[in-house]
Structures are given as C-alpha cells and as structure tokens.
C-alpha cells in the first residue's frame, strides 16, 4: 500500500483537463481512454507550466495565467491565434499586459508558418497588446517580441543568436546572470580512524577502512576560509558545476568541491538546479504542482538577496544584468532616448 504522503496530489485543475479531452474526443469514452488522454495533455503542458513557475520565481511578475484557446465561432480559427498567456509584470511602464506564446525547439531555428504567426499578431492588435515568444532552446529560457522573427524563404524564423541578443528575461521578468569566483567551494576533512583490511588482486591494492568527518567549511575565491555561513549562500554552490580534488596527506583526505575559471550561471537555470537539490529522486521537476505554491524552493529565501552577499563575501565574482540590443516601448520611461 502507497503511504499517503507519497502519493502525488492531482494537479488542482484536474477537471479543466478531463473536461478538454471529452469535448475533443466525444463523451462515448471508457474510463482508460480518458484517463490516457489526461495524462498525456498534462506532459504536454509542462513547457507551459515551466515557464509560469520561472517568471513566478524570478520576482518580478504581478500576473500570469493561461488563456483560454476555445475559439467560437469555428471560423474565427482561420483569423485568430490566441496566445498561450497573458502576463504583467511590474517592470512595464505601460498599463497593458503582454501576451506570451510558448514554444520548445532545441534546433538553433525557431520557425513559424506565416499564417500561424499572423493569426498570433490579429490576436494581438486585436486587444492591444504587445506580442511576445517564450522559446526554451535546450536549458535556457528566451523571451522575445515577435517582430524579430524575420521571413526566410516560406517561414518567419529567428535564430538562437539573435534571441539571445534581444531576451527580454532579464529587463522584463528580472533574470540575471553571475559567476561564481575561481577557488570558492565547498570542502570537507577526514581522518582515518580504523583500517578493517586491505585486499592485493592483480597487483592492485584496496584498502577498507573506516573515516570520520573532522571538519567541513567554505571558501570564498581569496581562498579565505568561512565556517558561518548563510544557508541561502550556501544553496548557490547547488546551482554551480564544481569540480572534485582529493588530496591526501598522511591518514587524512581532503575532498575540495571548488568552481573553476570558466562558467556563467543564468537565475532561472539555476531553479532547476535548486529543485533537482531538492528533490533528487524525480528525473524533472512536475511543474504543473509547483504552480500552486507560494514558495517554490524551500532551501532558499531570497535568491537575488543572496546573490548580493555572497558578492559581498568574495564567493560570487560577477553579476550580470544583461539588456536586450533593442528595448521595447512598453519597457521605456519618458527619459528613455
């Protein structure tokens, strides 16, 4: 018998679902049917789901919420694409909320059909609204304004590198970038206190014995040892690939975890990280139950805060607030040139 708290709660619009799938399919269903059509809308929405949960996360958002693409009359399809979501965030200096079509492609081309894409701006000028595309190109998030995907041969494509060039993430939803600096780490001492034998096979000796931990600290890219540190900066050596050193001294080892020269970390790639930290048994995050939470990561308070004093501490080299090549009007202030 499954113990209750391991058991998966169903995601809280659950009915929405099973509703979609009968009006799609008819109602003259078995219950296997439905419950295999259910399931496989609900994988389908992730890309969705994971998107809400990073602009939730990232602080900025003041609202996000899908919209709903049941379209009457039938006819309106040939006209109309409504986007994937609405959003507002506190960083436009507009009144008007943008819309968000949500797209996963790891290909280095985003490409879309000229009627899609067209259907997708009536919607748009249709409510007066900026439209936006949120591309997740293998790990990382892009969010861009439609009007630079540009027309090439029959589709209307954008490359990787020139939604690079003009993510909006950082500027509108609050993603940055850092870097952690060369030396800070995490490192762990051991003695050894028994050695239970020792086995020769093939001209290879193995040891078995027994160690203890006789002390474990940070350090920060001076080399400067920290023993109090903040649980929050701690969480950010999680988000970092640090590589292993083992040194050997007499009957002690010392395991180094330390960052190396190269190596940048986005905010909202660092999430996953964090998640993955936290709960290491799930192959991916079930974005779709973290939509309902208040706090997504528990082994963090205020990310943007620890960023700041572990800058301060000498663990965080760099910060990054990247802008776009182009800023959109609705990003602008009556200053902006």
Same mark, same amino acid.
């Given at each position: #018998? ?52 990073? +602009?939730?996360?990232?602080?900025? +958002? ?8 049941? =379209? ?71 969010? !861009?304004?439609?009007?630079? #995907? ?60 027994? #160690? ?52 940048? =970390? !986005?905010?909202? #790639? ?68």
């Amino acid at each position: #018998m499954v113990e209750e708290s391991k058991r998966k709660k169903a995601p809280h619009d659950l009915p929405r679902l099973i509703q979609e799938v009968l009006a799609q399919l008819g109602y003259d269903l078995d219950s296997d049917t439905v419950v295999e059509q259910v399931r496989r809308l609900d994988i389908g929405l992730p890309v969705e789901d994971e998107f809400s949960v990073v +602009c939730a996360w990232l602080g900025k +958002c003041l609202l996000l919420h899908k919209l709903d693409q049941q =379209q009457v009359p039938v006819t309106s399809k040939q006209r109309f694409q409504v986007p994937d979501l609405l959003a507002k965030f506190s960083t436009q200096t507009d009144k008007s909320p943008v819309l968000i079509e949500v797209k996963s492609k790891k290909g280095n081309v985003l490409s879309f059909k000229p009627d899609y894409l067209e259907r997708l701006k009536r919607y748009a000028d249709l409510v007066s609204m900026p439209l936006l595309i949120a591309w997740k190109f293998h790990n990382i998030w892009l969010l !861009f304004e439609a009007k630079h #995907m540009k027309k090439f041969n029959k589709n209307f494509n954008i490359t990787f590198e020139t939604a690079m060039k003009e993510n909006l993430l950082g500027v509108l939803a609050g993603d940055i970038a850092y870097k952690i600096g060369e030396g800070a780490g995490l490192h762990f001492w051991l003695d050894q206190e028994e050695l239970l034998s020792i086995e020769n096979e093939k001209s290879k000796q193995t040891e078995l014995e027994i #160690m203890k931990f006789e002390d474990v600290y940070f350090t920060n890219y001076e080399k400067m040892r920290i023993v109090d540190l903040e649980s929050d900066i701690k969480s950010l050596f999680a988000t970092w690939d640090l590589a292993e050193k083992i040194e050997q001294v007499n009957s002690r080892t010392y395991l180094h975890y330390v960052a190396e020269k190269e190596g940048i =970390q !986005f905010t909202h #790639m660092a999430l996953v990280r964090l998640l993955s930290a936290e709960n290491p048994h799930e192959i991916r995050p079930h974005w779709r139950s973290l939509l309902n939470k208040e706090k997504v990561i528990s082994s963090v308070t205020d990310f943007s805060s620890a960023l700041n004093k572990a800058l301060d501490q000498k663990i965080v080299f760099s910060i990054f607030n990247i802008r776009p090549q182009n800023i959109p009007e609705f990003l602008k202030d009556d200053n902006s040139s």
